[in-house]
Nanobody, 119 residues
Framework: QVQLVEYGGGSVQAGGSLRLSCAAS????????MGWYRQAPGNQRELVAS???????DYADSVKGRFTISTDNAENTVYLQMNSLKPEDTAVYYC?????????????WGQGTQVTVSS
């Protein structure tokens, strides 16, 4: 089992910045992929950014150049730095962890943190 706890959500005006943190209960180097997802009301949950245990990153087109995902392996924490925020970034943001074990994949989720961007 992997427990994930997110911090750092809040309200900000358009153009502002926020940093989200996700603390994992285990060594994140044992997790194949850490990611941030978001879900706005009426929308499906979507991938925002991810990072593999090897350090490869991936971003949704809508956040490229504005958001950065990073890790602190010593603290077992994943960050999402969000700059130049837009009202359409408003959503609940979820931290996720994926472990591959043979033929099985295990996904773990945090409780979510609200990000609200006002125009």
């Amino acid at each position: 089992q992997v427990q994930l706890v997110e911090y750092g959500g809040g309200s900000v005006q358009a153009g502002g910045s926020l940093r989200l943190s996700c603390a994992a209960s285990t060594n994140i180097l044992t997790i194949n992929r850490m990611g941030w997802y978001r879900q706005a009301p009426g929308n499906q949950r979507e991938l925002v950014a991810s990072v593999t245990s090897g350090g490869s990153t991936d971003y949704a087109d809508s956040v490229k150049g504005r958001f950065t995902i990073s890790t602190d392996n010593a603290e077992n924490t994943v960050y999402l730095q969000m700059n130049s925020l837009k009202p359409e970034d408003t959503a609940v943001y979820y931290c996720s962890a994926r472990r591959d074990r043979g033929w099985s994949t295990y996904d773990y989720w945090g409780q979510g943190t609200q990000v609200t961007v006002s125009s």
